[in-house]
């Protein structure tokens, strides 16, 4: 992808973004208060098992990937083991988008994950956007001194291919709405109302699969 390509992409997602119906108020700021492209390194994220993640190139654009599916991580509870959170931001009304590519495909357990509400390795929220659903796969998930648990009863498959796609995952704590988009930035692949967790951390991974990840943009947003 050429650099104007590039960019041009970018501000379509997030005019998307800024225009679409949510929960949220319609005139709110939107501001940005996170962005990484990745070309200056991966110093903004807290990485749980750096060893398995490294910093690659792609076409012209500098990523981030997971490399292994095994991890020396191990949660206090089964968790995801591939875990990176954005340093320096806890929000409670934020709008997220990245572009991923799956580097492995692993069939029905191919995936990614948002994470948000996190508290620290024993409590937080997230979404596992699993290929072909399970109790386990393709839901939104809670952890919460115990191993994890969907909050959904999902069965719509994930639609992912070799190539890069766009999530984008956006989180209204005041009143517990959550939607994860993926491709289609107007319209919820899989949405959830839950309070347990507010402001917290939001990062991105996998749970035990392989990823790569560019173009990270995270906005605060304003409640009702």
Request: charged share 25%; with cysteine; glycine share 6%.
């Amino acid at each position: 992808m050429t650099s104007c390509f590039r960019v041009c992409a970018i501000l379509v997602s997030l005019l998307i973004a800024l225009t679409s119906q949510t929960d949220l108020v319609a005139d709110q700021p939107a501001a940005i208060v996170f962005s990484d492209d990745f070309e200056n390194g991966s110093g903004k994220w807290e990485i749980l098992d750096p060893d398995t993640w490294k910093l690659s190139q792609s076409g012209e654009n500098q990523t981030i990937e997971i490399t292994e599916r095994q991890s020396t991580y191990k949660p206090p509870h089964r968790s995801p083991f591939h875990v990176a959170i954005a340093k320096g931001i806890e929000l409670d009304n934020f709008d997220i988008t990245f572009r991923v590519r799956s580097t492995l495909d692993t069939g029905n357990h191919r995936d990614c994950c948002v994470f948000f509400g996190y508290q620290d390795a024993a409590h937080f929220y997230y979404v596992h956007l699993g290929a072909k659903p399970d109790p386990h796969s393709g839901q939104f998930m809670i952890v919460k001194d115990a191993a994890r648990l969907a909050l959904t009863e999902n069965k719509k498959n994930v639609p992912w291919t070799d190539g890069w796609h766009t999530v984008r995952l956006v989180r209204n704590a005041d009143t517990g709405a959550t939607d994860v988009y993926f491709d289609d930035l107007t319209t919820p692949h899989l949405s959830v109302t839950d309070t347990t967790f507010g402001k917290g951390r939001i990062g991105i991974g996998s749970f035990d699969d392989r990823n790569e990840f560019d173009d990270v943009v995270i906005r605060q947003l304003e409640s009702k």
